[in-house]
């Protein structure tokens, strides 16, 4: 493995998009500019963020930076998520099943259903009045 390369990778969930940058480092992860941990201030989303990082053992061995636009904060999470996997079987094919079967490498394909005519949302209906 090469010690100066960097790997790029993008995740996606819901409508949230992360471009995600891997490089040699130690453990440092950076989102639009700013730590993780300021810009994620729900612990669980971090939890999500680091998972990967945490079965395949490589918390200390790479610095992350990533781009993330649209969607919440917790699809955004699940698109970094995503990302850091994908970019992380880029640097060492030997992870790739150790992610696939963690679930990391599928994409979440939940995505918000469309409101429908004559309705008020997607499922929820005007209220019915019999006079």
Known sequence: MNESLTYTAVGRRKEAI???????GNGGISVNRKPYDKYFSRETDRI????PLQVTNT????D????????GLTGQAGALR????????LADPALHDLLR???FLTRDP??????????????????????
């Open 110 to 131: 939940r995505m918000k259903e469309r409101k429908k005519y004559g309705q008020k949302g997607a499922r929820k209906r005007f209220q019915w009045t019999k006079r």
């Open 18 to 24: 992360a471009r995600v940058r891997l490089s040699q």
């Open 82 to 89: 995503h990302g850091i996997s994908r970019a992380l079987v």
């Open 101 to 103: 079967k963690q679930g």
């Open 59 to 62: 918390a200390n061995k790479y």
């Open 48 to 51: 999500i963020i680091t998972q």
């Open 64 to 71: 992350i930076q990533a781009n993330i636009r649209g969607g």
